[in-house]
C-alpha cells in the first residue's frame, strides 16, 4: 500500500520560504509515476502546485511557478516542495501526491501551513 | 476563480440520482482525459473516477463518469448520507503550459 506524509514547520513568516517534505512508503519514486504538491486553502478548492517525474522533469502551475521548486531525493524515498516569498494568500493545507499524469491516484493526509507574523 | 466551472452545490434525496457538471475548454477538457474526486470534511480527496469513466478498485459502481465535447459529468446512483462531500473534477491544461488544473468543487448535500 502506497502511503504517503508530509512533514514540516506549521508556521511560516510573511516573505519567507515554505519547505515541505513527503515520505513515500510501499512504493520506490525511482520506479515511476509523477509526485507532486497541491494546496487547498482553508474553505476553499484545490490548487495545483506543480509536480515532478521520477526522472527529475517538472511541471509547474504557472501563476506560481516564478516561487515554485520541486525536487526529488531517490535515496530517501521522498520529494520536497520549497515555495519562496510567501503571503498570507498561501495560507493552506497542503498535500503531497502521487499522480499517474493527470490524475492522483494516492494522497497524503495533508499538513496546514500558515503564514504569519 | 477555477479553469473548469462547476455548480457550488447540488442536492438529492437518499436514494435519489444526481450529476454533477464540469465544463472547460479545448485547451483542458475538450482534448484531455478527467477525473473527479470526493472529499469528505475533513479528510483528503479520494480518486472516483480517472480516464472520463474508470473506477479505480474499491469504488462502487453507483459512481459513474462521462465527457461531451468540453464537459465532463459525475453521476452517482443510490445516494447515501456517506456520499454527502465536496467533489472535484480535474484534467490536464495547456493553455499556458502542461499542468492540471481543477473545478471549484460542488458541495452535495443528501437531504
Known amino acids: 500500500q502506497v502511503q504517503l506524509q508530509e512533514s514540516g514547520p506549521g508556521l511560516v513568516k510573511p516573505s519567507e520560504t515554505l519547505s515541505l517534505t513527503c515520505a513515500v512508503s510501499g512504493y520506490s519514486i525511482s520506479s515511476g509515476y509523477y509526485w507532486g504538491w497541491i494546496r487547498q486553502p482553508p474553505g476553499k478548492g484545490l490548487e495545483w502546485i506543480g509536480s515532478i517525474y521520477h526522472s527529475g522533469s517538472t511541471y509547474y502551475n504557472p501563476s506560481l511557478k516564478s516561487r515554485v521548486t520541486i525536487s526529488v531525493d531517490t535515496s530517501k524515498n521522498q520529494f520536497s516542495l520549497k515555495l519562496s516569498s510567501v503571503t498570507a494568500a498561501d495560507t493552506a493545507v497542503y498535500y503531497c501526491?502521487?499522480?499517474?499524469?493527470?490524475?492522483?491516484?494516492?494522497w497524503g493526509q495533508g499538513t496546514l501551513v500558515t503564514v504569519s507574523s | 476563480q477555477s479553469v473548469l466551472t462547476q455548480p457550488p452545490s447540488v442536492s438529492a434525496a437518499p436514494g435519489q440520482k444526481v450529476t454533477i457538471s464540469c465544463s472547460g475548454s479545448?485547451?483542458?477538457?475538450?482534448?484531455?482525459?478527467v477525473s473527479w474526486y470526493q472529499q469528505l470534511p475533513g479528510t483528503a480527496p479520494k480518486l472516483l473516477i480517472y480516464d472520463n469513466n474508470k473506477r479505480p478498485s474499491g469504488i462502487p459502481d453507483r459512481f459513474s463518469g462521462s465527457k461531451s465535447g468540453t464537459s465532463a459529468t459525475l453521476g452517482i446512483t443510490g445516494l447515501q448520507t456517506g456520499d454527502e462531500a465536496d467533489y472535484y473534477c480535474g484534467t490536464w491544461d495547456s493553455s499556458l503550459s502542461v499542468y492540471v488544473v481543477f473545478g471549484g468543487g460542488t458541495k452535495l448535500t443528501v437531504l
Open positions: 479545448s485547451s483542458n477538457i475538450g482534448n484531455n482525459y
Open positions: 501526491a502521487r499522480a499517474r499524469g493527470d490524475y492522483v491516484d494516492y
